[in-house]
């Protein structure tokens, strides 16, 4: 079965300093793959997505990146935290397109994200 | 664009008594619609969709949602709530824009509060 893994769950960074939340995917091949961010425990924004390794795109401009090195893994990056960037950051998988019809997401456990 | 609205911020249901909570959609051609519960420090757990077919459908821990057409209406419901059912509900509507990924919109939930 596919199982999706998040890590760390928790992290205080303080302003300034750069940030690596990673996210793996194991049981399945050439998943598209997503990032969240989740503010005051409510609405789900975008922030990327990814339907293959390299291959990254970006809903709305931040101070975020990501990246895709490997198939099942998907890295959510910044060079310096902002006290805006705050929140809990959500991983999340689905089959590629083609076989994606009939599918949901599947969520990771999420990180929570405090920045001081 | 695609939208679904979760008009009620709080639900408080008695343990026991049946509950519904509210989602209305807003989509140009066929409505694919989802239902996700988060529990606290949590990623977002699949519940049931609609894709096609039957208006009533079933899903996971005995949860049902009601897809009304002409309503552009998708109420999650369940006959009997418990306890362990408090939680945070998300409304969501997918589409598949070019680039072969799914755009997931979710509403801004619903939290569930049953009462013992």
């Known amino acids: 079965s596919q199982t999706i893994h998040q890590w760390p769950a928790t992290l205080v960074q303080p302003v300034g300093s750069p940030l690596s939340l990673e996210c793996t995917v194991e049981?399945?091949?050439?998943?598209?793959l997503y990032w969240y961010r989740q503010a005051a425990g409510r609405g789900l924004q975008l922030l990327f997505y990814?339907?293959?390794?390299?291959?990254i795109s970006s809903e709305v401009p931040q101070n975020l990146s990501a990246s895709r090195p490997q198939d099942r893994q998907f890295i959510l990056s910044s060079k310096k935290l902002l006290l805006s960037d705050s929140g809990f950051y959500l991983c999340?998988?689905?089959?590629?397109?083609?076989?994606?019809?009939?599918?949901?997401?599947?969520f990771g456990n999420g990180t929570r994200l405090t920045v001081t | 664009a695609q939208s679904v609205a979760q008009p009620e911020d709080q639900v408080n249901v008695a343990e026991g008594n049946p509950l519904t909570v509210k989602c209305t959609y807003s989509?140009?051609?066929?409505?694919?619609l989802f239902w996700y519960v988060q529990y606290p420090n949590r990623g977002l757990q699949f519940l049931l969709k609609?894709?096609?077919?039957?208006?009533l459908v079933k899903g996971s821990y005995g949860f049902e949602a009601e897809f009304n057409k002409s309503q552009t209406s998708f109420h999650l419901k369940k006959p009997s709530a418990l306890v362990s059912d408090s939680a945070l509900y998300f409304c969501?509507?997918?589409?598949?824009?070019?680039?072969?990924?799914?755009?997931?919109?979710f509403g801004t939930g619903t939290k569930l509060q049953v009462i013992p």
């Open positions: 049981g399945t091949s050439n998943p598209n």
């Open positions: 990814s339907v293959g390794i390299g291959q």
């Open positions: 989509v140009s051609g066929n409505p694919y």
């Open positions: 609609y894709i096609t077919g039957d208006n």
């Open positions: 999340a998988w689905s089959p590629e397109r083609g076989l994606s019809y009939n599918s949901p997401l599947h």
């Open positions: 969501a509507v997918r589409d598949f824009p070019s680039g072969g990924y799914q755009k997931v919109t």
